[in-house]
């Protein structure tokens, strides 16, 4: 099938939402009610918007800094984080062409992290990181850590508001995150486009949706992420572009939501283009946080009204995630299972 076309980005379909005033005061009714009613609009129609938090801005130049400075190293010295080395815990480096999000290999390159902890147990993807040395110094550990107690407020401000606006019929979601969110942090580098390189089936990241909640996203100004999105004539599929919009992250819904709201809540399909990308010096970065549910809350669907409902029918990829019964840990094993299928059958795998 030929490829949709690409559309520039409207701000009709991506709104940027200020929620500085959410996070500053919680509780604040007010922040509350305007921010929940935007975001439960923007969740219904694209399920793509922007949030303007106040993040530190040197905290995410320092990130990036040290980001470049650990992509430009050789994959030998990269390697001396490699994913492998962390077993169960799914932290640390991965070479460019081991990740399969969409069944073929992406172009980027990045690093694992999850919540720093001395975890020794069976649990899946719980552990301590592993931090990169370069020169005899750690890199990249303060900025991250910073950056996700910073990104898991934001997370837990987001569901409260959109809970709160959902109405009696979210009181259970609560559960699903505010005692032990699944977090997951990750940085990603991909490499600039090569001409000689001319497969325009290749991606940054493949067409994919997202397995959780919410996916908060800092990507640098190079561009290259797209959304999939109905053609305005509805009789087929249009790719729109995301752009950079300074002093913003983006955000964007997974599978475990849209299950949550009987597909009221969209998990948008979207990639990163190899391809027809803007040819950089330096690689492309990007920065998604994943803010999840915990890994045992069950895949229940909210109890609403039969005319609340609106039924995921036609997704991308055939699945109805609403049709998935057991819990969020399994959910997400499944997916592992598919995107690193080497190393999930060697070190993940927690049931034959
Ligand atoms: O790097 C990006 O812009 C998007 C990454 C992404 O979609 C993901 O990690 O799920
Ligand atoms: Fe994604």
Avoid at 27 to 53: I, M, S
Avoid at 87 to 103: A, I, N, P, Q, Y
Avoid at 224 to 231: R, Y
Avoid at 245 to 259: M, R, S
Wanted: hydrophobic share 35%; charged share 25%.
């Amino acid at each position: 099938m030929a490829d949709p076309s690409t559309t520039a980005c409207t701000s009709s379909l991506f709104p940027v939402i200020d929620i500085r005033e959410l996070l500053l005061r919680d509780g604040d009714a007010k922040a509350l009610r305007e921010c929940g009613e935007q975001l439960v609009k923007a969740c219904e129609n694209t399920g793509f918007f922007y949030v303007r938090t106040g993040v530190r801005p040197g905290l995410i130049e320092s990130l990036s800094d040290a980001a470049h400075k650990f992509f430009a190293l050789s994959t030998e010295e990269k390697e001396t984080i490699k994913m492998a080395k962390s077993g169960k815990s799914w932290r640390g480096f991965f070479k460019v062409g081991d990740e399969l999000t969409s069944g073929k290999a992406d172009q980027k390159e990045g690093i694992y992290f999850g919540r720093e902890e001395n975890y020794s147990g069976e649990m899946p993807l719980r552990g301590p990181n592993l931090w990169p040395e370069v020169e005899g110094r750690v890199l990249l550990k303060d900025d991250v850590l910073e950056y996700m107690d910073f990104m898991r407020l934001v997370g837990l401000r987001l569901m409260g508001a959109i809970s709160k606006a959902l109405g009696a019929g979210a009181a259970c979601l609560d559960a699903h995150f505010a005692e032990n969110p699944t977090e997951l942090f990750r940085i990603f580098s991909y490499p600039s486009p090569r001409k000689e390189e001319g497969d325009a089936e290749v991606f940054g990241v493949g067409e994919h949706t997202d397995y959780g909640f919410l996916t908060l996203l800092y990507q640098d100004q190079t561009g290259g992420l797209q959304v999939k999105i109905p053609s305005e004539d509805r009789s087929g599929f249009q790719w729109i572009e995301v752009p950079f919009i300074p002093g913003t992250h983006v955000v964007n819904l997974g599978d475990a939501l849209e299950h949550y709201t009987h597909g009221r809540f969209k998990a948008t399909p979207h990639r990163v283009i190899y391809h027809g990308r803007r040819a950089t010096k330096k690689p492309r970065l990007s920065f998604p946080y994943f803010f999840d549910p915990c890994w045992g809350a069950p895949m229940t669907p909210m109890p609403l009204d039969e005319e609340g409902r609106s039924r995921t029918s036609g997704r991308w990829d055939g699945a109805d995630p609403t049709q998935f019964e057991g819990i969020y840990g399994d959910y997400l094993q499944r997916k592992i299972s598919r995107v690193f299928p080497q190393l999930f059958a060697q070190a993940i795998r927690t049931t034959s």
